[in-house]
């Protein structure tokens, strides 16, 4: 089981541009990773094991921008859906 983030990330993004899709849950995601051999899934707990990984990566301030947990819910976007730069406007 190899827990690389930017492997993670490029198989998420993959999977969303199959799907024509721009966010999935944990749930989706861990699945699709599942399918991918990418990381194992809990069949008792859907999502479990990715969840656990974000929460390590959250702790350790390294979570990455296009990944969000809001009221418990995580969400993670295509990660091209991101600005990499900031963007300065001029009137």
């Known amino acids: 089981m190899n827990c690389n983030v930017q492997?993670?990330?490029?198989?998420?993004?993959?999977?969303?541009?199959?799907?024509?899709?721009?966010?999935?849950?944990?749930?989706?995601?861990?699945?699709?990773?599942?399918?991918?051999g990418v990381l194992t899934d809990d069949q008792v707990h859907p999502g479990r094991p990715l969840r656990n990984l974000l929460r390590k990566?959250?702790?350790t301030n390294v979570l990455p921008q296009n990944v969000k947990q809001i009221q418990g819910s995580w969400t993670i976007k295509h990660s091209k859906t991101m600005a990499k730069v900031l963007q300065i406007l001029q009137f």
């Open 57 to 59: 990566l959250r702790d």
């Open 7 to 36: 492997t993670i990330q490029n198989c998420l993004d993959d999977y969303m541009l199959k799907r024509g899709k721009t966010e999935i849950g944990d749930i989706e995601a861990n699945q699709a990773l599942a399918v991918a």
